[in-house]
């Protein structure tokens, strides 16, 4: 399989951009890679890159973007920080790869067993971890449903807090930066949520 050019990434649309996400965690669930000449895909990109898709996800080593949706070297472009949160940096970064480099689709990917998720129902305090944990509460705040033992030992409440987590962080994509907002109302790009399963690696997307 070869590399996204200029001409490939113009051809897909945001619905395409999903499907190619979907087959690629078929084929990794199913222990199926594509067959990738990696050092031919250096090569074709080395005078530019045309990646197809913007993620968002978790620094948890178990989260690689590229290996759960089974992709090369410069088909998406990879945003990882603990919880998958959001902030001024990152919209910048989202905001580079869908106007600039012209990514079709915007996925903020949550996960199973999220130590960021966890720590933030506990209040852990750590450093500047707390000011990333923090960016979680208005999550929690918003999970009602839940009224005992609302703990990162309670895996219910942690995967109620998991999906309003991403929900909530694709309001504020909207919100926070107009460039986007357009280019979704425009039919251009695509917002997605997704929720990857580290026990079976499946990803289920928020349709």
Known sequence: MRTHSKETQNNLNPDTALEILKEGNQRFVNNLKANRNLLQ???????????????????????SAEL?????????FSIRIAGNILNEDILGS?????????????????????????GACNHVEL???????????????KEKSV???????????????IDIHVTLTIDR??????????????????IIGALYDVETGQVSFYE
């Not at 989202?94 to 966890?118: D, N």
């Open 41 to 63: 895909q250096v090569n074709e990109t080395s005078a530019g890159q045309f990646p197809f898709a913007t993620i968002l996800s978790c620094i948890d080593s178990r989260t």
């Open 127 to 141: 450093g500047n971890l707390t000011t990333l944990l923090n960016k979680i509460q208005p999550a929690i705040a």
């Open 68 to 76: 759960i949706f089974d992709q090369g070297l410069g088909d998406v």
């Open 173 to 190: 994509i909207r919100r926070e930066s107009p460039i986007i907002a357009e280019l979704e109302e425009q039919g251009t790009i695509k």
């Open 94 to 118: 989202m905001e580079f790869g869908t106007k600039v480099v012209g990514t079709k689709i915007i996925v903020v990917l949550g996960h199973t067993k999220c130590g960021a998720i966890v």
């Open 147 to 161: 009224t005992d033992n609302r703990t990162g030992t309670n895996v219910e409440f942690v995967n109620k807090v």
